[in-house]
C-alpha cells in the first residue's frame, strides 16, 4: 500500500510543484501552458472543469450511482456520526447550496429547486485553503486543480476553516477503520488519522487517460468534465448555450463547478 501510495503522489503532485499560472479569466485558462511531465496517454488540459446539468441530475430518483463510484474508486470510509464523515461528493438541498441567491428564486424552476443537488470541491481559481495552509499541503495545480499531499498535512485545519464551501474533511479516526469489510481499491491509497481530504477530480485516472470516476459513472449524462481553456470542448459548448451557476461568486473565488439550472 505504501508504494501505492508513492505512485499517486508522485503523478498527483509533480505538477503542482512546479506552480501555478494565474487565471485570467472565465474562459482563458493560465496565462501560459505550464511545462509538466504528463504520463503517456494521460488527459491534458489548461483549466479542468465540472458542468452538472440539473435537468438531467435526478432523474433517476434515488440515484447514488456517481457518489458509489467515488466512495469505491478513492477508499472513502464510512462513518456514522457527522462529525467523523467523510465525503467528496455528496448531495445537500438547494437552498444549502445556493444560501446567497435569493434573488433568482422566482427565475428558478420549482422542480429543480426541489432536487438534491451534487456538492464536492470547487477546485477555485482563487482557492483561499491554499493561501492559508502553513505546509502548502494544499495547492493547485497549473490545471486548475486543487490538489493535496496528505503526507504535508499537519491536521492545523486551517484550510477548513478557509473553505467557504464545506467540502473539505478531517480524519478524526483512522480512516482505515471506516473501510472494513469493504471491497477496496489498492490502485489508491488510503489516508491516516489527524489529515484533511476532499474531492480531487480524480487526478489519478487523468493520469491514465480516464475520466473522473463520479463522470463516468453517471448514466443520466448530468456530469460533464472538461477543459475551460478549449473553446470546442463540451463545458465551453454547455456554458455557452445554458444558464448556470457557480457558488458563493461575490467572494471571488471562481468555482470551477457550475450548475445547469435552465
Given at each position: 500500500?505504501?508504494l ?9 503532485g509533480?505538477?503542482g510543484?512546479?506552480?501555478?499560472g494565474?487565471a ?7 496565462a ?17 472543469a ?11 430518483e ?5 457518489i458509489?463510484?467515488?466512495?469505491f ?10 462529525k467523523?464523515?467523510i465525503?467528496w ?14 434573488t433568482?428564486?422566482p427565475?428558478?424552476?420549482?422542480r ?5 443537488f451534487l456538492?464536492m470541491?470547487?477546485h477555485?481559481?482563487n ?14 495545480r ?6 493535496m499531499d496528505y503526507?504535508?498535512?499537519?491536521g ?10 464545506g ?14 469489510g469493504?471491497?477496496?481499491n489498492?490502485?489508491?491509497p488510503?489516508r491516516?488519522?489527524?489529515v484533511?481530504?476532499k ?12 475520466m473522473?470516476?463520479?463522470v ?15 473553446p470546442n ?13 457557480r ?11 457550475f450548475?445547469?439550472?435552465?
Amino acid at each position: 500500500m505504501e508504494l501505492k501510495r508513492r505512485q499517486f503522489l508522485k503523478i498527483a503532485g509533480a505538477a503542482g510543484l512546479l506552480g501555478a499560472g494565474a487565471a485570467q479569466g472565465l474562459f482563458e485558462g493560465t496565462a501560459q501552458a505550464s511545462r509538466v511531465m504528463h504520463p503517456e496517454g494521460a488527459l491534458i488540459g489548461k483549466r479542468w472543469a465540472m458542468v452538472i446539468d440539473m435537468r438531467k441530475c435526478g432523474e433517476k430518483e434515488g440515484c447514488n450511482d456517481c457518489i458509489n463510484a467515488c466512495n469505491f474508486v478513492h477508499n472513502i470510509p464510512h462513518f456514522d456520526t457527522p462529525k467523523e464523515e467523510i465525503k467528496w461528493i455528496w448531495k445537500d438541498e438547494y437552498e444549502h447550496v445556493f444560501t446567497d441567491i435569493s434573488t433568482l428564486d422566482p427565475y428558478v424552476p420549482e422542480r429543480i429547486k426541489e432536487l438534491p443537488f451534487l456538492v464536492m470541491c470547487n477546485h477555485c481559481d482563487n482557492p483561499p485553503c491554499v493561501r492559508v495552509c502553513p505546509t502548502k499541503a494544499t495547492f493547485r495545480r497549473p490545471d486548475g486543480i486543487v490538489a493535496m499531499d496528505y503526507h504535508r498535512c499537519i491536521g492545523c485545519r486551517f484550510c477548513m476553516a478557509a473553505c467557504p464551501y464545506g467540502s473539505r474533511n478531517f480524519n478524526w479516526r483512522d480512516p482505515r477503520l471506516g473501510l472494513k469489510g469493504r471491497k477496496l481499491n489498492y490502485e489508491f491509497p488510503t489516508r491516516m488519522r489527524g489529515v484533511v481530504e476532499k474531492c480531487n477530480f480524480c487526478v489519478e485516472r487523468l493520469a491514465k487517460g480516464k475520466m473522473p470516476a463520479c463522470v463516468e459513472a453517471c448514466k443520466e449524462g448530468a456530469l460533464t468534465f472538461g477543459d475551460l481553456a478549449d473553446p470546442n470542448s463540451e463545458v465551453r459548448k454547455l456554458l455557452s448555450e445554458n444558464y448556470a451557476l457557480r457558488r458563493k461568486p461575490q467572494l471571488g473565488t471562481k468555482p470551477s463547478v457550475f450548475y445547469i439550472i435552465a
